[in-house]
């Protein structure tokens, strides 16, 4: 039903039909792979392919420059998201249990699913065109409705309360407060862009006002501009609340269910953070996820650390896979120094604590 949807909307209401050939060529190479290359290359071989692929309708788009034109890559760069992580669970599954962290255990796809649950997973219209990206398993969970069940020797009286023969617990009032919360952002991002908008900062009149002044409207230029993705993030999270999928699971001790699985950004978190590693941890979480899970470890050789290499390639995949304005490789080339830069000098405040109190 709900890729039903998703053709809907791309075919039916923006006439995506260039769209759905990038989507289809996207995922059907990417599940060949899958099934097909056998070997520790497998998952390597699928990122190389999905992040080219990707690559050229960045620039296609870029090269194009049309603002106002429906695209494709915001889909693609998700779908990116969810296949590369779909080729690393099923190598996963090809290995022995033993040479696997409990995290990847968990995400492991032992047996590769029918053409028909890839295609709802690919298409799932939730997070068809913003995010957020999630695993497979989570999917299939939540399709068999494995995610719903109480652990074993939990009180009854704790389950959340369904509807009718339901399996999932009710979500309408949870998801309407995640839609509304998206709209006031989005409201308030439409009040103050007309006041503080990219253009107003690059003529005489900015420089006109004094030191303090330029300083508070390029704080709220930056404010303003992360309110479009405050909005968005919130709607979809409230989509994907509204389907079940976001069921995170019971409070045993209170009863109170956790919709936040696919939570993707915590706009207090940002805009209170103390230190880049704070602000980078709040904003566009299940990216940032995936970054960890299939770049920062996966670069990192078993038995070591992940140290700046693996910060480095976190950092610049991550530019590669917004695009290629230079803006993208300047922030985050940067981020990375400032993210090593913070964790060394945690470090050395940690032993000089250590030290310190050891005397």
Known sequence: MLYRVSSFYLVGLFDLWVGVRTLAITSTVAYCIAKYVQGPFMPWIGFVFLMGHLSLNQLSRQFRNNPGEVDITGAQMVLVMKLTAFCWNVADGRLPEKDLSEDQRERAIKQLPSLLDFAGYVLFFPSLWAGPAFDYVDYKRWIDTTMFEMPAGSDPARKPPTKKKRKIPRSGTPAAWKAATGLFWILLFLRLSGSYYPDLFLGDKFMAYGFFKRIFMLHMLGFTSRLKYYGVWSLTEG??????????????????????????????????????????????????????????????????????????????????????????????VLASFVQTVAKSKFQCAVKSYVLTDNS
């Open 239 to 332: 989509a994907c609340i509204l389907s079940g999928v976001g069921y995170k699971g019971v409070d045993l001790t209170t009863g109170k269910v956790s919709w936040d699985r696919l939570r993707n950004v915590n706009p207090w978190g940002v805009e209170s953070a103390q230190n880049s590693r704070a602000y980078l941890a709040n904003w566009n979480i299940n990216t940032n996820n995936w970054l960890r899970n299939y770049i920062y470890l996966r670069v990192t050789p078993k038995g070591k650390k992940p140290g700046f290499r693996a910060s480095m390639a976190t950092f610049v995949t991550s530019a590669f896979w917004h695009g290629f304005y230079p803006g993208y490789y300047l922030s985050f």
